[in-house]
């Protein structure tokens, strides 16, 4: 049993190792330049050790795409779980756990690597239907996400202004998303954080 549980361990951190020097190198030049040799090159294994993790290109592609999607939820629902304890109201959830998503992005050491949902949409033609698919329903689950929220904070604090809630919680996705594309092109470490700063002192000027 330990014997097997070890070729097990090893066989996980074969396929994470692969995923995250794919990653990178995806994030860096896009799926399209990224090569399985460059891959099995760097993560030195035989491309028979990559074929049996991942059938081909797309089921990596699908692959990095779940694990980015369940990594940027964690973070949400780690930032949202500690503002619901430092308050009851609504409003200051969502101001909390903005405050706290700004922190987490500014604290990290290099910036945010980039988006992979981001660049799996610029350059949807490379896959197919399936990741297309997941890649939509991932971004459509964010904004869901955040109009549940601005929901319960339009009941309790009436918008000062006429609002959509769901262009708002699209809005909240955007910045996101912009603030990784400012980012990267301004070379500004700390433009995502503003972002999400400047977007909290809207939203609490929108409910007061």
């Known amino acids: 049993m330990a014997e097997e549980s070890e070729v097990i361990r090893s066989r996980g951190g074969t396929r994470e190792r692969i995923m995250d020097i794919a990653q990178e190198a995806v994030l860096a030049k896009g799926f399209e ?17 990559f074929f049996y993790h991942f059938s081909d290109k797309t089921a990596l592609a699908r692959a990095l795409l779940e ?33 706290l998503l700004a922190e987490v992005v500014e604290n990290l050491p290099n910036g945010h690597p980039g988006c992979l949902v981001a660049t799996t949409a610029y350059q949807d033609r490379l896959f197919d239907a399936e990741v297309r698919a ?35 919680a699209d809005m909240v996705t955007g910045v996101c998303e912009g603030g990784i594309v400012l980012q990267k092109a301004l070379d500004d470490r700390t433009a995502m954080a503003r972002q999400i700063l400047l977007l909290r002192t809207f939203i609490g000027m929108l409910f007061r």
């Not at 369940?70 to 503002?83: H, K, L, S, T």
């Open 67 to 99: 694990r980015y999607l369940e990594q940027e939820e964690a973070i949400f629902d780690d930032v949202f779980g500690r503002a619901a304890e430092l308050s009851d109201d609504p409003l200051q959830i969502l101001l909390i756990a903005l405050k």
């Open 134 to 168: 997941l890649n939509r329903e991932g971004v459509a689950a964010w904004s869901a996400r955040f109009r549940g929220h601005l929901e319960a904070v339009a009941t309790a604090h009436p918008p000062t202004r006429p609002v959509n809630l769901d262009d708002l």
């Open 33 to 49: 330049a990224t090569s399985i040799d460059e891959i099995v090159a760097a993560a030195r294994i035989t491309k028979s050790g």
